[in-house]
């Protein structure tokens, strides 16, 4: 496994500039998102709700994304997200697309490292419905997804 990516006590305590100094001068290839993503994200998220979205937030993004460990594309999704739903315990996000054509795609991710853990294709209608919030969601206890499809259908 890798060297330490960044000091756990620094990543902590650092304010939006140090923070962005920081993540410039850590060495990313040791970057490990299992390890490293948990704590680097509940440090831009308690600056983001301080600050709001700084420097240091678009550089960590920058860097993930170069690093193969951001949710992406090429992954499955023929066209852009039309809807999304972060699962009660922040484990899972689930993304869903109207696709090409007549069916589109859902897709459930691991959080922490950004790996897409299941996928189901060729929804009839597609998933969802562009410029609208909330047509997908998770079940409370986090087991079931359900989501709008086929413009006005709604399923589990």
């Not at 496994?1 to 290839?29: C, K, Q, R, S």
């Not at 860097?63 to 090429?74: A, D, E, K, N």
């Not at 490292?113 to 986090?142: E, F, H, P």
Request: hydrophobic share 40%.
């Amino acid at each position: 496994m890798p060297g330490l990516f960044a000091d756990p006590a620094a990543l902590a305590a650092a304010g939006p500039a140090e923070l962005e100094n920081l993540l410039t001068d850590v060495d990313w290839t040791s970057f490990v998102p299992a390890r490293d993503l948990p704590p680097l994200r509940a440090r831009l998220t308690a600056l983001e709700r301080d600050h709001g979205v700084t420097q240091a937030h678009r550089l960590a993004t920058n860097r993930i994304r170069v690093r193969g460990t951001m949710l992406s594309r090429p992954y499955g999704h023929r066209s852009k997200f039309t809807a999304l739903a972060l699962s009660p315990s922040g484990n899972h996000l689930a993304t869903g697309d109207w696709g090409e054509g007549a069916s589109g795609t859902a897709q459930v991710w691991e959080v922490a490292t950004g790996r897409c853990v299941n996928v189901l294709k060729w929804i009839d209608g597609g998933v969802g419905w562009d410029g609208y919030a909330r047509t997908m969601q998770w079940s409370a206890d986090g087991l079931h997804l359900g989501m709008a499809f086929r413009t006005n259908a709604v399923g589990v």
